[in-house]
């Protein structure tokens, strides 16, 4: 009995070997993946199989992803009909810009009697470029500010203000504003004039983007730096939808990734080229530099969007010099980030001594987080104090209300 077995065993085998081995191009695969990725969200990857074989197959995908993910165990298995195609679809989440190259497509196909598998190898070396959250851009790009982004945490607010510009000089009619009469014009011409203004159009915004140290802070697979790109992504796009010029640069020991504030069809591919190649390194980030640069380069006032992050107060300190000379010139708006897991910890019980200690030090430091709002607006800096994951809609937030107040 057992020599019998071992003989059914041989032929199955051979069998098996024969109708997986036997004829070529029995087995299409190709990998379809995008243009390029969005850094922070989910990525549809698509494997397209054909099978040509007259009876139904079992396989196992083995892709070989990008080093970045460093997951070496990715499979996926499926049963093909014969002579059919399936589509079997993945995702992936980029956390960092650059580059993600793709290893080989490997798929090993069985038949019934699954005692031979035999591999295929498809598309080799494919790679794709991740850029700042284009998708999240897409998200707000739909959206229509005046009336449905509340559902989004945007805000409308009353338009408190005008920022005009001249347009002409004309003569004084009833109802025109007895504060815009131009008494020089009035003695040429003998009789009333008054100066016409219309609203101010087109004004510069910049996102100006800290890469020291302090961005390295890793929140749900991203940086801070990285959630500071994807939003300056989105709001330079709002930005050119309000008409307004929508500029960049990224600074730490020096000044790069600079594009001057613009309104035209280019703009927002130069921003996001410009955001693609922004890299943070671990130096402390020079504010003076900064301010010099501004100063030098930036002449026309405009609305600077500090991407930052200050941890104490005395760390705003060190640098308060430069945002309070920036401000003079400039409507600076500092944006820097909430600790969530220092949240976490004062939510907690305390149930140990060192639970005790642990949540007195957190509430320390959310309470010089707060401390440092009011330091910035005792200087008529504004600010934002945000989480990671709502500093969009946050920055939205604000620049609607300075465009609705007029402040710029």
């Not at 130069?270 to 530099?289: A, P």
Request: glycine content about 4%; overall charge positive.
């Amino acid at each position: 009995m057992a020599q019998l077995s071992i003989l059914v065993l041989v032929f199955l085998f051979l069998v098996d070997f024969i109708i997986i081995f036997i004829g070529n191009n029995k087995l299409k695969a190709k990998r379809i993946v995008p243009e390029r990725f969005s850094n922070g969200d989910k990525n549809n990857i698509s494997i397209e199989v054909t099978n040509y074989h007259p009876f139904t197959i079992f396989i196992v995908i083995i892709d070989e992803l990008p080093e970045q993910f460093q997951n070496r165990n990715f499979k996926l298995k499926n049963i093909l009909n014969p002579r059919k195609t399936r589509t079997i679809s993945y995702e992936i989440r980029p956390t960092e810009r650059g580059e993600y190259h793709f290893g080989d497509l490997n798929i090993y196909v069985c038949s019934v009697l699954k005692l031979v598998a035999k591999r295929y190898k498809f598309d080799n070396g494919a790679m794709i470029p991740t850029y700042p959250s284009f998708k999240q851009l897409k998200k707000f790009e739909l959206l229509n500010i005046n009336k449905n982004s509340t559902d989004y945490g945007i805000k409308k607010v009353r338009r408190l203000g005008h920022t005009m510009e001249f347009e002409q000089i004309k003569e004084y009619v009833q109802g025109d504003d007895i504060r815009t009469i131009n008494w020089k014009a009035t003695a040429k011409k003998n009789q009333l004039m008054v100066n016409q203004f219309q609203d101010e159009k087109s004004q510069p915004v910049y996102s100006v983007i800290d890469r020291g140290r302090t961005m390295k802070m890793p929140f749900n697979g991203l940086s801070l730096l990285d959630y500071a790109i994807n939003s300056t992504l989105v709001i330079s796009n709002i930005v050119l939808k309000k008409h307004d010029k929508a500029g960049m640069l990224s600074f730490s020991k020096k000044i790069n990734n600079v594009v001057a504030a613009e309104r035209r069809s280019a703009q927002m591919q130069l921003i996001l080229e410009g955001l693609y190649n922004v890299k943070t390194n671990f130096f402390e980030s020079d504010f003076g530099r900064l301010y010099n640069n501004l100063k030098k380069h930036v002449t026309h006032r405009s609305l600077i969007l500090l991407y930052t992050n200050f941890e104490t107060l005395d760390a705003l300190n060190r640098q308060l010099p430069y945002l309070k000379a920036i401000s003079k010139n400039h409507l600076l708006v500092v944006i820097f980030f909430q600790n969530t897991e220092l949240n976490k910890l004062i939510e907690n019980k305390a149930e140990t001594i060192q639970d005790v200690y642990d949540k007195v030090i957190a509430e320390k430091f959310d309470f010089e987080k707060r401390l440092i709002v009011n330091q910035l607006k005792k200087y008529g800096i504004y600010s934002i104090l945000s989480t990671p994951e709502n500093l969009t809609i946050d920055t939205i937030n604000k620049y609607l209300e300075i465009k609705a107040r007029g402040l710029l």
